[in-house]
């Protein structure tokens, strides 16, 4: 029974896109097969490779590895502890920090430092390690102590630091996302020497002051290679552990190392990206919250691609506001003022009065039927859904032959030079080269798209649409009849149909089955609402506050 869960959360997540079967319900199907109540007995999931083959915790901390030790002895002054950062940072949300920061309790270097060493005391080379970091900035120090300088700077000319600033944050970014401070891998071992610029986000992230801290781990090119692996598996990163079960809980994909490295507290949050479920699903696993913007928001130029028309990268943090935070920061200096104005409010924003639309069938699931019981109670309406299917014929073909274009593109582009004239047929050549350790699970997926037949540009055009439109229709149908605000879903189960459909989505924490596995809830909101969607959340987190830190990961 365990197997058919995970395979069925495989389906619902990315990896829906890649079966031949393709079909994304909102209705009976998932509610049977990912009850947690039907899981007896826990087994380990089988994993054929652990540990990377390409990295060492030594490679990682190459260059700042006795700093961390020094730190982890005793910090730089003699009188800052890790014990005392424990209580000051561990499960805080970014306006704590800053607070305690501008206050003098410690300092952007220290709190790098901090991060620094609990990567290194539990992500790699021990029994509770999680895999979930595959490079660190080699400037990460030197950045932060230039944050405490203007800082520094600010306090002599009495200025203010704002609470909901990143500015000295510490960040992880996926590895499919572009950076000059680190190469750029997709967690593919032949792009280990794609050192590149900066994509456009992270140059809006360091003009906003944050610190990017390093590269997360992920499901190798996205979870769109092998078909045949598990999630959070890449040949440079290895395997992504999940902090609440090591080797039992699936950690969700693609933005494993992103879920992952947040929920153990290694980084303040993370940057993740998402085409179908690759944000949804690792937050959900995970117990953190993960927003999938709507299409557009933030600017996809410098991320490695599979789908140009639904890829998005997104946000991941402990909580709402520091989401909001990230994502604000995410989209640049030119983005709407009124989100900057909204984070502030987030902490009082009310859902009395709004209309939600649930599956029927979900509320069989205690954690969901629990959770929609505290919406209720704030004074929003809850309207009961049947559920329909919808099928999404062709979505495979939409990812392979955009991937098949959009991929040359960003090697032409945005890749390092060594890699211009690269397309998927060169990848997969090069893997062979070593394919024990480039390739273990195979590159199926690869495979299909040089097996996709082609179609000329007018008749790919006309197909994305009519996909799209059989998504909008099926989910608009719902919003329309019952005059709905959003829809309320569980982990990834609608991340299919909202994602061609071009709707945004939220997960936030909503506490875990009697294994211990996290689950979240997760709110859909029309085009162009991600605003509401943030809203939302804090609502419901502000009542619920169902977020654990893992046990193992508490010291």
Partial sequence: MRKLVLLFAFSLSFLACKTSE????????????????????????????????????????????QQVLDFSTNSSNGTRTVELLNKLVLEKSIPEIQKAIYDGKFTYEELSLYYLNRIYKYDRNNDLSLNSVIALNPKVLEQAREADARLEKMKENGETLDPYSIVGMPILLKDNINTADIPTTA??????????????????????????????????????????????????????????????FDTGGSSS?????????????????ETSGSILSPASQNSVVGLKPTVGTISGQGVVPISSYLDTAGPMAKNVVDTAILLNAMRGADSDVLEKELIPKLKSYSLEGKRFGVFKNFLETPLYAAAIQDIKNQGAVIVELEPKEVRLNGFLKLLNADMKLDLPQYFKTAGNSKYSSWDVYQVMQENLKDSLRAMPYGQRLFQGIMDEPEMTDVEFAAFKAE??????????????????????????????VAAVGFFPAMTVPMGYDKDGKPYGLTFIAPSGKDRELLGWGAGYERVSKKRQMPTDYQK
């Avoid at 999931?45 to 060492?56: G, N, Q, R």
């Avoid at 290895?238 to 080797?247: D, E, F, V």
């Fill in 257 to 273: 190392g992103s879920g992952v490295s947040v929920a153990a507290n290694f980084a303040v949050a993370a940057v993740g990206s």
């Fill in 22 to 65: 393709t079909t994304s319900t909102t209705g009976s199907k998932a509610a049977e097969k990912d009850q947690p109540e039907q899981i007896d007995t826990l087994t380990p999931l089988e994993l054929k490779v652990l540990d990377s083959k390409y990295i060492t915790r030594e490679d990682v901390f190459a260059g700042l590895e």
């Fill in 187 to 248: 967690g593919a071992a032949v792009l280990i020497d794609n050192q590149t610029d900066d994509a456009q986000l992270v140059k809006n992230l360091k003009d906003a002051g944050a610190i990017i801290l390093g590269k997360a781990n992920l499901s190798e090119w996205a979870y769109f290679f092998c078909g045949d692996c598990p999630s959070g598996y890449s040949a440079v990163g290895g395997q992504t552990l999940s902090p609440y079960k090591r080797k039992y």
């Fill in 467 to 496: 996909m799209t439109q059989t998504a909008q229709e099926y989910l608009n149908g719902y919003f329309e009849r019952y005059e709905l605000d959003g829809i309320l879903s569980i982990n990834n189960y609608t991340a299919g």
